[in-house]
């Protein structure tokens, strides 16, 4: 189980295969968030996340090993990118193992919720057409 920030681009397929070696585990469940083109009806050139690195990876060890605690898993894994993301990028990857599909499904969806709302990690756009960009909310955070 692990939680991790870094600026460069995210093996997935490398962290599933982590999940996957367990025999025990009938499942796995991944989320990957990627850079949109499209957001509010503007046209987004690429995004730039910023981290508290410290207090993040903290923050997201404590999401997965809360995760551990309310659902019946394995395994899991969350590594988020910071810095400048293009179009396609893969922004975050959450991934779950465990004897049963209901336990990994919902364990995957409660790491991205809680990261999204908890983890000291800030998003902002770029616009295609306008010389601007913007600080995005997480509605998530505001709960």
């Given at each position: 189980?692990?939680?991790?920030i870094?600026?460069?681009?995210?093996?997935h397929?490398?962290?599933?295969?982590?999940?996957?070696?367990?025999?025990?585990?009938?499942a796995?469940?991944?989320?990957?968030?990627?850079?949109?083109?499209?957001?509010?009806?503007?046209?987004?050139?690429?995004?730039?996340?910023?981290?508290?690195?410290?207090?993040?990876?903290?923050?997201?060890?404590?999401?997965?090993?809360?995760a551990?605690?309310?659902?019946?898993?394995?395994?899991?894994?969350?590594?988020?990118?910071?810095?400048?993301?293009?179009?396609?990028?893969?922004?975050?990857?959450?991934g779950?193992?465990?004897?049963?599909?209901?336990?990994?499904?919902?364990?995957c969806?409660?790491?991205?919720?809680?990261?999204?709302?908890?983890?000291?990690?800030w998003?902002?756009?770029?616009?295609?057409?306008?010389?601007?960009?913007?600080?995005?909310a997480?509605?998530?955070a505001?709960?």
């Open positions: 189980m692990f939680f991790d870094t600026d460069q681009k995210i093996d397929i490398a962290l599933r295969n982590q999940l996957t070696e367990n025999e025990k585990c009938g796995y469940a991944s989320f990957e968030g990627w850079v949109r083109r499209h957001n509010d009806g503007k046209k987004v050139d690429y995004l730039v996340y910023s981290v508290y690195e410290e207090l993040a990876k903290k923050q997201g060890l404590r999401v997965i090993e809360q551990k605690t309310l659902f019946q898993i394995e395994d899991a894994i969350c590594v988020h990118r910071y810095g400048r993301l293009e179009i396609g990028d893969m922004a975050v990857y959450v779950v193992s465990a004897g049963h599909r209901d336990a990994a499904f919902a364990a969806r409660y790491i991205i919720d809680e990261v999204k709302a908890t983890v000291p990690i998003k902002q756009e770029f616009y295609l057409e306008q010389a601007t960009h913007a600080w995005l997480n509605p998530q505001q709960r």
